[in-house]
């Protein structure tokens, strides 16, 4: 309607200076025209159902076990891709980790505390994508000797790997209205996180899956640990001929096919 009414403005405008009739008439089409604006239709949210519980729930301390038992390290659960919880489910916007590392119950109370204060429950709604610390990480006292065995368990945290999301949010709200608690809560986490939505998830994912397929170096690094081109298979890990090399430990190498 608008972009009509803008033609039809300017044809009368434009006729009038072909004629030479300057006047009153000719000054209000003027004003007219340069006061149309022609805004964004507003998102339809008709389809979007909040939840009972919108807000990100508490998380356990300690796992329910009956009797604590000690692990080794394990640091190949935080190296490679994520596996799991790394597509969106309900929500449109979320934290993705860009890279591997341990959360632990401060630094998911710190997460639930702020996106729970700072959110409108009565348009947006947050759920978890990682579940409640089961890790348990050992540490000894201050001035022991070495030796004496493995030091007792002196928290629980959770591994995180690249790609995985942490928080996901939904409900009736654009980008820029969450993004800055998002980005808050992604600067204090212990690894690289950045606030992503569906589609710039979707659009990263293009990307790499296009550099690979348009790839025009036949010497990827794929093909040199599988015909083992001077001896390269005795300094790589697993997690190396798994990944295909793009990844050094818990980091991602995004220029790497």
């Known amino acids: 309607m608008f972009p009509f009414i803008k033609s039809l403005v300017g044809g009368v405008t434009g006729i009038c200076r072909a004629h030479a009739h300057p006047g009153p008439l000719q000054n209000h089409l003027k004003l007219l025209a340069a006061g149309l604006k022609t805004y964004e239709v507003p998102p339809d949210y008709s389809d979007v159902i909040l939840p009972e519980k919108p807000k990100l729930k508490f998380m356990n301390k300690v796992p329910n076990l009956k009797k604590a038992k000690k692990e080794r390290k394990r640091l190949w659960d935080i190296q490679g891709p994520a596996r799991t919880a790394n597509t969106f489910t309900t929500g449109k916007y979320a934290i993705v980790a860009m890279g591997g590392g341990y959360l632990h119950w401060g630094h998911l109370e710190m997460i639930r505390l702020t996106v729970n204060r700072k959110m409108d429950s009565q348009t ?23 030796g004496g065995g493995k030091g007792a368990i002196d928290h629980y945290a959770v591994p995180v790997r690249y790609g995985r999301l942490i928080v996901e949010v939904g409900g009736k709200v654009e980008l820029a209205e969450v993004e800055p608690i998002l980005t808050e809560v992604a600067k204090k986490l212990p690894f690289p ?14 990307e790499q899956a296009e550099r690979e397929e348009n790839n025009q170096n036949p010497w990827t690094f794929k093909e040199i640990i599988q015909g083992n081109m001077l001896g390269i298979r005795k300094v790589l890990s697993p997690v190396d001929l798994h990944t295909n090399g793009r990844f050094t430990g818990k980091f991602i190498l995004p220029r790497r096919v």
């Open 124 to 146: 947006t709604f947050a759920r978890w994508r990682v579940n409640s610390p089961y890790k348990p990480i050992t540490r000894k006292g201050l001035g022991q000797r070495m």
């Open 193 to 206: 996180a950045k606030v992503m939505s569906r589609e710039s998830l979707a659009a990263l994912q293009k």
